[in-house]
């Protein structure tokens, strides 16, 4: 199945798409590529001799290289973490021996953040 995008050639952009039909208006081009592998950006760039544009794999950004997808995995849902809450206040427990706090430290622990990246 052919997919068409608008693409904007000064910039390398998909302006729309990709779809089945070129849209209306000029700058609708022949979408040519490979899949990409999972969590890979996809790259553009336009071939004038076939006048279509290409579609190649740029960096590949997986779940390991990014902690905060790996903390937002490992992290309980949060109808666990209010029930933990409700324990612990119950419990008289909230504080850092807390099943809470314990727990959410351990993903943190499990998942450390990089010393380049912004917030806890």
Do not use: C
């Not at 590529?33 to 076939?50: D, I, K, M, R, T």
């Not at 909230?94 to 430290?105: C, K, S």
Request: no cysteine.
């Amino acid at each position: 199945m052919k997919m068409f995008v608008k693409f904007d050639k000064s910039t390398n952009t998909v302006l729309q798409g990709p779809q089945g039909a070129p849209g209306a208006g000029s700058g609708w081009y022949e979408l040519w590529g490979l899949p990409l592998e999972p969590y890979q950006q996809p790259l553009y760039e336009y071939n004038e001799a076939s006048n279509t544009v290409v579609q190649y794999g740029g960096a590949i950004n997986t779940p390991e290289s990014n902690y905060a997808h790996n903390r937002f995995d490992a992290y309980p849902t949060l109808a666990e973490q209010f029930d933990m809450l409700w324990h612990d206040i119950n419990n008289g427990t909230l504080n850092v021996q807390g099943t809470f706090y314990e727990t959410l430290q351990g993903v943190k622990n499990a998942h450390p953040k990089p010393e380049s990246s912004d917030g806890d």
